[in-house]
């Protein structure tokens, strides 16, 4: 089992950056593909990035590709989300969460989530 906690969320302005960072507990961390997601308020779910439990392979949304960047230290058993020029519509509530799969786009393949940090971009 893993658990997740996500930090680094906060108010930024438009065209500014963040990285979040979502620390896992347990020795099995490098087994697990990750992922971001974020919810704004009234939207649906939506995937954010991915990434294999080796960190060989990414995806990136198709609205998000330039921008933002995941990464992971297994030593560490952090991963991370570097988001740049940030937009008024990446508000959101953003969470990662761990797959057993080789690596996955959809929430619902995801069987380990963090509690959520809110970014809120400012116009």
């Known amino acids: 089992q893993v658990q997740l906690v996500e930090s680094g969320g906060g108010l930024v302005q438009a065209g500014g950056s963040l990285r979040l960072s979502c620390a896992a507990s347990?020795?099995?961390?490098?087994?697990?593909?990750m992922g971001w997601f974020r919810q704004a308020p009234g939207k649906e779910r939506e995937f954010v990035a991915a990434?294999?439990?080796?960190?060989?392979?990414?995806y990136v949304g198709d609205f998000l590709r330039g921008r933002f960047t995941i990464s992971r230290d297994n030593a560490n058993n952090t991963v991370y989300l570097q988001m740049n020029s940030l937009k008024p519509e990446d508000t959101a509530d953003y969470y990662c969460?761990?797959?057993?799969?080789?690596?996955?786009?959809?929430?619902?393949?995801?069987?380990?989530w963090g509690q959520g940090t809110q970014v809120t971009v400012s116009s």
């Open positions: 969460a761990a797959t057993n799969r080789p690596v996955s786009i959809r929430w619902t393949e995801y069987d380990y």
């Open positions: 347990g020795r099995t961390f490098s087994r697990y593909a």
């Open positions: 990434i294999r439990w080796s960190g060989s392979t990414t």
